[in-house]
């Protein structure tokens, strides 16, 4: 009786002498929040805030925005629901049904969404939820003790920057079908995962995501998205991409204290690119299985993994320009089993270092053997074999250093061309500095006169044009979208840091036939357009450049 009593004192003390009702005119009548809301509605820090209540569920209605701004804090009285509607029956809620949300702080005046509890807990409150074409858009916001942050069903866009989501009691973000911005946050004291999201395209760039059990982001069938630079450890995976519909880019992130996989892809209908990511400490460093297009995996330095690359049914994976060392149980593990013949490349990769063999391929049944192809790498310092082929494995084995390893440098299989078994001359083994002195001999034994392992030239650059880009660089470009074009066509331009570049379009005989200065990046997915503008049809070579970078790709130009 006595925790009844306390409670309904509480509430008389919160109410005001009108309670707040359908068709309240900004800013509200009242700082205390509940029930439908008919026309917009503003929460201000001025009078009646900057603190307001929600005791029971909030519902905006189809057409209706709310807008909260800075410097406003928005309490949710714990575990309390004076309506019991929503999805958490005894939590307060801000339910947008067709309605939207607009909270955007500052960074000296943040947006708050918190408990009222004295000693908060997770699971305090409810959430925010969107649905039926609501959109939201949140900047400068904290989320803190409730079941989960923001829970969007809406096929309206969702925006979130500069934000932090802690102690929730499940994930920080559950999105579907919603085009989905997430950058800059911090997502940390999650019980599930941080971002989850399906059927959607996104770009996740540049947020730290810590302390969860569950994955930093997992996605089932992803539309073309873009997730870089994002700094996620001690969690239990940090990215995993399901059945992905659509090519999309994992690149330049750091994933380090994973309990599972630092970056998994399984299945899907497009080929997937994952690029300059460093992964250590994790079960898995990178885990491709259950493969229907070919993915790619450049310029990755994994380390102190159980495996270090991992590769299930792969169908042509390529993995070119990486670094793997100090992985427990093998710097590479391929198998098939009896799904159809299975395929992988490796180019211009150093192994080194590692406990069990330096790679691994194994095949089960006659009819589904795995076909590697293994050219200008360095496979050193393995515990067991530098390379193994087990059961139905046939490898194409071709410019290869196999030195120092522990069981020998082949098993089941031999090298066939420019095979090699000496003492590469890294840098500095014990600082983990893997490229090679100036006097070492695979600094030109690779195929045509070039460098071996790790550090070598890129593979597959256009020829015809002047190309440098033989590491990564500040920025990066992925192929335009559509080629071919009639009149218009899109770069997008990923850049590490924000800087300028420039964009040069070259005909077939080499001549400069377009010339754009002055195009200005930030850290992240850039989209650079360009236009037709009177280039006649046919094959031309495009090329961005910038400070210590410069890269050449190819488009064509239809009637």
Known sequence: MSRLLALGLLLCALLPSSPAKAGIDPPPASNVLYGFYFSNITLTAAAPGPNYYVIGDVFIQPGVTLTIEPGVT????????????????????????????????????????????????????????????SQGIFR??????????????????????????????????????????????????????????????????????????????????????????????????????????????????KLTNIVTTGVQISGGSSPQTVMSDTVSYAEKGIEIVNGASPDTVRFCNVSHCNYGIYLGLPKGVTIQNCLVYRSLQGGLYAYSTNNGPCSYSVFYSTFTTNGGNGLHSFASFSGSPISPVIKN??????????????????????????????????????????????????????????????????????????????????????????????????????PNSPNPFSRSTAITVMAKESVMAALEVFSL???????????????????????????????YFYRISGPGFKQTRKFVVTN
């Open 74 to 133: 928005v309490y949710f009285a714990a575990n309390h629901d004076t309506l019991n509607g929503g999805e958490f029956f005894n939590d307060s809620e801000i339910l947008c049904d067709g309605g939207n949300l607009i909270a955007i702080g500052s960074e000296a005046d943040s947006v708050h969404f918190k408990s009222t509890a004295t000693t908060p807990g997770k699971g305090d409150w409810g959430q925010i939820s969107l649905a039926n074409g």
């Open 140 to 253: 400068y916001c904290s989320f803190s003790f409730g079941n989960r942050g923001i829970l969007s069903t809406s096929s309206g866009a969702l925006t979130i920057e500069n934000c932090r989501i802690s102690h929730i009691q499940s994930q920080g973000l559950n999105v579907t079908n919603s085009p989905l911005l997430v950058r800059d946050c911090v997502f940390d004291d999650l019980n599930s995962a941080a971002i989850a999201v399906a059927s959607l395209s996104a770009t996740i760039s540049r947020n730290t995501i810590t302390n969860t059990p569950d994955w930093g982001f997992t996605a089932s069938f992803l539309q073309q998205s873009n997730i870089d630079s994002n700094n996620i450890h001690d969690a239990g995976g940090a990215i995993r991409l399901l059945q992905p519909s659509a090519a999309s880019s994992i690149r330049w992130n």
């Open 377 to 478: 790498c360095i496979v050193v310092n393995s515990a067991q074999y530098g390379i193994l082929s087990d059961g139905y494995s046939f490898p194409d084995i071709r410019y290869v250093d196999v030195w120092n390893n522990a069981y020998g440098g082949y098993l089941g299989m031999s090298c066939t061309q420019a095979c090699y078994s000496i003492n590469p001359l890294f840098v500095n083994s014990g600082t983990d500095d893997y490229h090679l002195l100036p006097n070492s001999p695979l600094k030109v034994l690779g195929e045509g006169g070039t460098q071996m392992g790790r550090y070598g030239p890129e593979q597959g650059v256009v020829s015809g044009v002047d190309e440098d880009f033989a590491e990564i660089s500040p920025a990066y470009a992925l």
């Open 509 to 539: 005989n080499g001549q400069v036939v377009r010339r754009v200065g002055s195009i200005p990046l930030q850290q992240g997915a850039n989209v650079v357009p360009f236009e037709r503008e009177g280039l006649g049809p046919g094959v």
